[in-house]
């Protein structure tokens, strides 16, 4: 005759071994669903993940066809210089040591899109002649772009200011002590340009001790097609 107890003791051991198992077979379920997901997103091509769109320059909107497409900066104040961005390459930066005090330029061929020349010229302490010089030899169809950094004028005569002017320039003949501005025109434009931003140097209105807040601008630059 079986005891009580002993029933008792067999179906303790009963309930427990079907409560392991139970709970084994749970976690083999959750381990092989995690794998299995695992696997499955492993298998999946890469582009049908969501992927924020880059475009040129990290521009708002990729350019039309025969376009170059750039982002500028101007300098903030007399510590950040100038930056200039082209069909995704910075072609003129602080970090690539190409910038400097006053007006920085960079001439880019209207066909191609290939950089040219990069300069900068010193309008505080510097001479305004080899900026002269700079403009008068810039070929027709050639692209300019240029931004300011820390004071563009002081030095700026009459006679910068009308070659800038040709270029397709509204701003420049405004342009004084510690404005700020970005600008890009071209040898040979019959209008003027549509890509300049110009904030005057006020105190009541500037966002740095004595200078004004940084500009920046972006756009699409028709190619030359002649």
Known sequence: MVRPGGILKVVTLIAAFLLVAFLAFQLLEINGDFKLGNVISRSLPSNMASKPVKHKCGLSKACPPEHFAFKMASGAASVVGPRMCLEDHLIMSGVKNNVGRGINIALID????????????DMWGGDVA?????????????????????????????????????????????????????????????????????????AETNKF??????????????????
């Open 130 to 202: 080899p900026l002269i010089k700079f403009l008068k030899e810039i070929q027709n169809g050639v692209v300019v772009m240029m931004a300011s950094f820390d004071d563009p004028a002081t030095k700026l005569n009459d006679e910068a200011r009308k070659l800038i002017a040709e270029l397709g320039s509204s701003a420049v003949g405004n342009l004084g002590f510690r404005d700020n501005w970005i600008f890009v025109g071209g040898k040979g434009i019959k209008t003027k340009s549509p890509f300049e931003q110009h904030i005057k140097n006020k």
């Open 209 to 226: 001790e004595g200078w004004p807040e940084v500009l920046e601008m972006e756009g699409c630059i028709p190619r030359r097609l002649n």
């Open 110 to 121: 209207g066909k191609s899109g290939q950089v040219i020349q990069t300069a900068f010229f």
